[in-house]
């Protein structure tokens, strides 16, 4: 996944994309302060979510679904989504999601904003 989670406040507002002349930076507001910047890496990025509020529609977009054959029909069927953290299926979008967390060392206790680089810079 070209994904980037980034750690916000509970209260974080205004959740935006800016633009430098050099670089791209996430800006948010909380606790009464309008000015927080996280630089970004190259690339065209989009927010997505944020793990406070992310439903199963929203990990769905995300996550890989393991795609097996019945064994009677022999028809492609959802066997269910990508354990990023281990062996086997997860039954949930958002059980794949927070595999996906585990796996890169975020804790799924946290908020974190859910931004996707939708076109990589040729380097």
């Given at each position: 996944?070209?994904l ?27 606790g ?27 990990a ?59 076109k990589?810079?040729?380097?």
């Amino acid at each position: 996944m070209n994904l980037l989670a980034i750690e916000v406040p509970g209260d974080a507002i205004r959740l935006r994309i800016g633009k430098t002349a050099l670089t791209k930076k996430f800006l948010y507001a909380a606790g009464g302060y309008d000015g927080y910047k996280f630089p970004l890496p190259p690339g065209e990025w989009e927010i997505l979510f944020t793990t406070g509020n992310m439903t199963e529609e929203d990990a769905k977009g995300v996550v890989g679904e393991e795609i097996r054959p019945d064994f009677n029909t022999g028809e492609n069927v959802l066997a269910g989504f990508t354990r990023y953290d281990g062996n086997g299926v997860c039954d949930t979008a958002l059980e794949s999601f927070h595999s996906w967390l585990r796996a890169n060392n975020y804790d799924t206790g946290k908020n974190y904003v859910i931004l996707k680089n939708t076109k990589q810079q040729q380097q």
